[in-house]
């Protein structure tokens, strides 16, 4: 079936520093790809998305590629603040699966200054 | 443009009783989705509208579980009776509706529901 893997957290990093969270999935076909974000206290937010193999999704300094030969979608940002700590969450959907989301478990990201 | 709104915040319930979450989605979103996250999960989809039919409720526990959507734009969420593991956020998400592109598909989430069962 389908499924998102995410590395484990939480993810602690130095103000500036660099970011990489990893995200695999498993799925047939073309899946849209996505990482959500969600803040202390609120809901998600789309981070970014891509939607066909070789895409790279990018906001707020952070990107993600679409790279199908691997089967992941990494998210990175060249140097995190500390208003960036927050879960992070990579998620597919599919077409014939109505669109719905699946996600991975989540990370946790906290910045320190 | 205005999110999707959701209420209550928060509910607290003791095991057995009943409680009804409300989603209001984005103006002129035809797909309305209820997701359950358990605390340090990712959420799980518990059910899904295109307007006002049902599109998948196959994770959606229907013994207890109930969910409507009656005139295609905002929807209810049932739960009854509760139990201790239902405990968790409740989330509605809704977006333009799936079709030919597949910008259609992004979906926007409201704050969310915070259930505690004691």
């Known amino acids: 079936g389908n499924s998102v893997t995410q590395m484990e957290g939480p993810v602690t990093l130095s103000e500036e520093a660099f970011l990489t969270i990893n995200c695999t999935y498993t799925?047939?076909?073309?899946?849209?790809l996505f990482w959500y974000v969600q803040y202390p206290g609120e809901g998600l937010q789309l981070l970014l998305k891509?939607?066909?193999?070789?895409d790279k999704g990018s906001n707020k300094g952070f990107e993600a590629t679409y790279r199908k030969e691997t089967t992941s979608f990494h998210l990175e940002k060249g140097s995190v603040q500390v208003s960036d700590s927050a879960v992070y969450f990579c998620a597919l959907s599919r077409m014939d699966s109505s669109y719905k989301l699946i996600f991975g478990s989540g990370t946790r990201l906290l910045v320190r200054p | 443009e205005a999110g999707v709104a959701q209420s209550p915040r928060y509910k607290i319930i003791e095991k057995r009783q009943s409680v009804a979450f409300w989603c209001n989605p984005i103006?002129?979103?035809?797909?309305l989705y209820w997701y359950q996250q358990i605390l340090g999960q990712g959420p799980k989809l518990l059910i899904q509208f295109q307007n006002n039919g049902v599109v998948d409720d196959s994770q959606l526990p229907k013994d207890r579980f109930s969910a409507e959507r009656l005139k295609g734009v905002d929807s209810t969420l049932k739960i009854q009776p509760a139990k201790l593991e239902d405990s968790a956020v409740y989330l509605c998400a809704s977006s333009l509706g799936y079709g030919t592109s597949a910008s259609t598909d992004t979906q926007y989430f409201g704050p969310g529901t915070r259930l505690t069962v004691l």
């Open positions: 891509a939607t066909k193999a070789d």
């Open positions: 103006s002129g979103h035809a797909t």
């Open positions: 799925a047939t076909g073309y899946p849209s």
